[in-house]
C-alpha cells in the first residue's frame, strides 16, 4: 500500500471538532468499516501492526469520507482495552472514528470512565449498545451475566458532559410481528428520547426494512442521522447465516437457499456474488434517506479496499431510486426476503417510491391481552403500584407468585406495565433486545419475547409511553 500521497488530517486533542459529526451535519455521505477489537491475549503491538495497514486504508479513502467502528465482539475482559488499542492505532483524526460501547458484564463506571479517556484522547463519537448473548449460550447462563442497556449508557454518557462528543444507538429493524416490529420501534424513539444523536441499523438483507425505518422517522418527522451496517458475506459467516448464528438476523427461506447455491459456486463466483450484493444494499441505503454504511465481516485490508471501491462505483451507477430500484428487483428476481410465514411490515408500498406517501398506513394487528393476562395486570397494578418506592424485598412472596419476581435489588414493576424486567433472561427493563426469532419469541426462551408482551399491554391502552419516553433504571447485580 502507497503512503507518501496521504494528507494527514490532523485533530488536536482539546478542540471541539468533531468531523464524524460535521460530515453528518452537512449530510456527507459516509462509509464506515467496522474493526473488531483483538482478543485479550494478543500483544497490543502486534494488533496494532496487523490493524495498521487497515487504518491506513480507512484514513486516505476519497469521495465519501472513511471512518473506522471499533467493535468488541467478546464480552468485556475478552479483548484488549478498546481505547489503548484504537489510540496506539489511530495516532490522526481520531474523531473520525467510532467507539462502541458494550453493556455486558460492564459497569457504568468502568463504560464512563472508559469514555472520558477516550475523549481525553481525542475520540469523540461512540455507540452504546447492550450486548448480546454469547453463541450457543443458554438461558440459565445468560441470567448470570449484566447487561447494562444502551438507553441507560446513552443518558449516562449524555450526562458526563464531555465537549463535542456524540452518541449513537443500534435498532434492529428486521422485526417480522406486529409486536416484535413496534417493540424495536417503541426502543428506537426511547433512545433519541435518551439523546441518541445517529442511529445504526442492525444488518440484515430486507431493504423493504431498511426502508421501514427511515419512514418510521420521517412519520415523526424526526431528521436524524442513520447508519445501515452492512454484512460482507464469506463462505463462512454465509453458512453461520443460514444456521442462524447470528443473534436477531433471520433471512428468508428464498434467500438461504440463494446463499446456499451461491456457496456451492466455486469460491471466485461467490466472492464476486457478494461484491454485487454490496454494491447493491449500499447504494439502496444511501438512495433510501441512509447518512452512512457500516461494512461489517471483512478485516482482510485488500478486501475491505476492494469493497469500498465497489461501493463508490455503486453509488455513480444508481443514480436515482428509481434506476437503484430497477437493479435490486432484476438481482433478486421476486425472492421473498421477509422469514415466511412473519412476514409484516409496518408500512404498505414500501419501495415503490423512495419518499412516504403523504398518508401513512399503519395498522398493527397487534394480538390481544387474554382474559387472564388482563386480570393478572389489574391485580398486579392494584398490590404493586408504589413498589419502586418500597424496599425491593417488600412483598417479595406476592409478587413472586404474581408477576415471577426473580430477588432482584431495584424493583421497577410500576415503571414497566408491572412486568418484571427479570422475566426477560438479560433483565431489561427499557425495550426488547433485538435478538428475537422471526416469530416474535425470546432468542433464549420458548416463549413470546417481554417486550412483545409489553407491547400488547401498553396497545391496551392505547399508550405507548411507558415504551418510548424516559429511561428505566438497569441493576448492575442479577439476581
Ligand atoms: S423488578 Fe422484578 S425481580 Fe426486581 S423486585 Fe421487582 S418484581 Fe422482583
Ligand atoms: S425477552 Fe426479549 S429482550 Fe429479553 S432476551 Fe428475550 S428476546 Fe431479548
Known amino acids: 500500500m502507497i503512503r507518501e500521497s496521504i494528507q494527514l488530517e490532523m485533530n488536536f486533542d482539546g478542540t471541539n471538532e468533531n468531523r464524524f459529526k460535521q460530515r453528518f451535519d452537512l449530510g456527507e455521505f459516509q462509509l464506515i468499516a467496522e474493526l473488531p477489537v483483538p482478543s485479550a491475549d494478543t500483544p497490543l503491538a502486534d494488533a496494532v501492526r496487523r490493524a495498521s495497514d487497515f487504518e491506513y486504508l480507512v484514513h486516505s479513502q476519497e469521495g465519501p469520507k472513511a471512518s473506522i467502528a471499533f467493535v468488541n465482539e467478546a464480552p468485556a475482559g475478552y479483548s484488549l482495552d478498546m481505547v489503548q ?3 496506539e492505532l489511530c ?6 472514528h467510532i467507539l462502541y460501547l458494550h453493556g455486558r458484564d460492564n459497569t457504568m ?19 452504546a449498545v447492550t450486548g448480546a448473548a454469547v453463541p450457543g449460550e443458554g438461558e440459565a447462563e445468560t441470567r448470570k451475566h449484566v447487561f447494562l442497556e444502551s438507553v441507560n449508557i446513552l443518558g449516562a454518557v449524555r450526562a458526563a458532559g464531555l465537549s463535542s462528543i456524540s452518541v449513537g444507538a443500534t435498532v434492529n429493524p428486521y422485526q417480522y410481528t406486529p ?6 420501534s417503541f426502543k428506537m424513539f426511547r433512545k433519541l428520547d435518551n439523546g441518541a444523536d445517529y442511529l445504526v441499523a442492525q444488518y440484515g438483507w430486507d431493504m423493504m426494512k431498511l426502508q421501514e425505518m427511515i419512514w418510521n422517522l420521517f412519520r415523526r418527522e424526526i431528521n436524524i442521522p442513520t447508519v445501515a451496517r452492512l454484512m460482507f458475506l464469506t463462505p463462512d459467516n454465509a453458512e453461520q447465516v443460514c444456521a442462524g448464528g447470528f443473534h436477531g438476523v433471520d433471512i428468508s427461506p428464498d434467500f438461504e437457499k440463494l446463499l446456499k447455491d451461491e456457496r456451492d459456486h466455486s469460491f471466485a463466483q461467490f466472492e464476486a456474488a457478494q461484491l454485487r450484493r454490496i454494491q447493491i444494499h449500499a447504494a439502496g441505503a444511501r438512495l433510501l434517506g441512509f447518512s452512512a454504511v457500516q461494512i ?9 479496499e476492494t469493497i469500498l471501491q465497489k461501493v463508490r462505483e455503486a453509488f455513480r451507477e444508481f443514480p436515482t431510486f428509481e434506476d437503484w430500484r430497477t437493479a435490486y428487483r432484476e438481482y433478486y428476481d421476486r425472492l421473498d426476503m421477509a422469514p415466511y410465514p412473519n412476514e409484516f411490515y409496518l408500512f404498505d408500498h414500501l419501495l415503490e417510491t423512495d419518499l412516504p406517501a403523504e398518508q401513512l398506513s399503519f395498522e398493527p394487528g397487534i394480538r390481544p391481552l387474554t382474559r387472564s393476562e388482563k386480570f393478572r395486570r389489574r391485580l398486579a397494578g392494584a398490590l404493586f403500584s408504589n413498589a419502586d418506592k418500597l424496599p425491593a424485598r417488600e412483598r417479595r412472596l406476592t409478587k413472586k407468585l404474581l408477576v415471577s419476581c426473580r430477588g432482584c435489588n431495584l424493583c421497577r414493576l410500576p415503571q414497566t406495565d408491572y412486568v418484571c424486567p427479570e422475566s426477560c433472561p438479560k433483565g431489561l427493563a427499557n425495550g426488547s433486545c433485538g435478538c428475537g426469532r ?25 399508550d405507548y409511553s411507558s ?11 442479577r439476581p
Do not use: W
Open 109 to 127: 463506571k468502568d463504560i464512563l470512565e472508559s469514555v472520558r479517556h477516550a475523549h481525553s484522547e481525542g475520540f469523540k463519537n461512540f455507540c
Open 467 to 477: 415504551l418510548e419516553e424516559g429511561a428505566v433504571p438497569s441493576v448492575e447485580e
Open 179 to 184: 409486536e416484535s416490529a413496534l417493540a424495536q
Open 438 to 462: 422471526a416469530n416474535g419469541n425470546c432468542e433464549l426462551m420458548d416463549a413470546e419475547c417481554v417486550f412483545a408482551q409489553r407491547t400488547r399491554i401498553a396497545n391496551s391502552r392505547i
Open 296 to 304: 461489517a465481516g471483512v478485516t482482510n485490508v485488500a478486501l475491505m
Open 85 to 87: 488499542f484504537a489510540s
Open 91 to 96: 495516532k490522526y483524526s481520531r474523531d473520525r
